[in-house]
């Protein structure tokens, strides 16, 4: 089945039934300051195995730097982070992870099938240089991406729904029980989210835990089972419609509800998300 075939398209109602009891991703207490200003407060996540999951909140929220902390790329101040029951360094193997497109240096001297095999240094080790069958296992993630054919494009002439499939695939090569994507789909052509979200998909239902910072309400319910809630401190978590059925939207996006919409029918803009309507109120779509 290719990236792009419309089979795979949507993740609710397909997706891997979550494990109860076991998480991909916990933090108990988690704290963190910029100067006075508070990024993450006291944030208990607990995302199920198996999970197709969202981290969702409105700009400013910490989404990124959860992210980042649960990755341990930032330290949090207080507070403690298990990936998938284990410490972040024991862990960190099993972990693959798509960073945001604005943080990436898109004028780095490398192709496509270059960055992909990247993803693979780790398991290499220092000394060593990637041979055939690192290259083979590069390309045949680019395949499943719809990116081999342009293997050996330089990253930086891709266009940005490209670039994101690329990183996509070099966190696929690694074959990691748990994916963190942060905002995969933000300023991607739609033949692009369409190939993503058809591959998140399908290794959410060979098993795999999916997490990714979505910033689009509107695509919220067609894409992902399971929500976080995210306003600096954690709103809600759990279940799509458990959480979207709570008053958890109100209190992270601070708008009233409007009668008769859902909430994810009006996204303002990326400056000021508006949450209109509760699902007990209107249906949530298929």
Not at 80 to 96: H, K, Q
Not at 229 to 237: E, K, T
């Amino acid at each position: 089945m290719s990236a792009t075939d419309p089979r795979s398209r949507g993740a609710a109602g397909r997706a891997k039934r979550p494990t109860p009891g076991r998480h991909a991703i916990e933090t108990r207490g988690v704290t963190l300051a910029y100067g006075a200003t508070m990024a993450l407060d006291d944030v208990s996540l607990r995302v199920p195995v198996g999970a197709m999951a969202a981290l969702v909140g409105p700009n400013g929220a910490g989404k990124s730097t959860l992210l980042k902390v649960v990755l341990g790329l930032l330290p949090a101040a207080s507070g403690e982070v298990l990936l998938l029951c284990e410490r972040i360094t024991d862990a960190r193997s099993r972990v693959g992870y798509v960073p945001q497109r604005s943080t990436v240096n898109w004028d780095f001297p490398a192709d496509a099938l270059d960055v992909v095999t990247m993803g693979l240094y780790r398991r290499l080790g220092l000394f060593r240089r990637p041979g055939a069958r690192q290259y083979a296992a590069a390309r045949d993630a680019l395949d499943h991406v719809g990116m081999a054919d342009l293997a050996r494009r330089p990253i930086g002439n891709l266009s940005g729904g490209q670039q994101q499939r690329v990183f996509l695939a070099r966190a696929l090569v690694q074959d990691p029980d748990l994916y963190l994507l942060d905002e995969p789909l933000a300023g991607v052509d739609a033949a692009s989210e369409a190939a993503i979200v058809a591959v998140l998909t399908r290794l959410n239902e060979g098993g795999k835990t999916v997490v990714a910072v979505h910033h689009d309400l509107n695509t919220l319910s067609r894409y992902f089972t399971w929500l976080a809630l995210l306003n600096v401190r954690l709103m809600g978590q759990g279940p799509l419609q458990e959480v979207a059925a709570s008053d958890a939207f109100e209190r992270a996006y601070g708008a009233a509800p409007a009668r008769g919409r859902p909430f994810w029918a009006s996204v303002a803009d990326d400056q000021e998300h508006r949450w209109e309507g509760r699902p007990d109120r209107a249906e949530l779509p298929a």
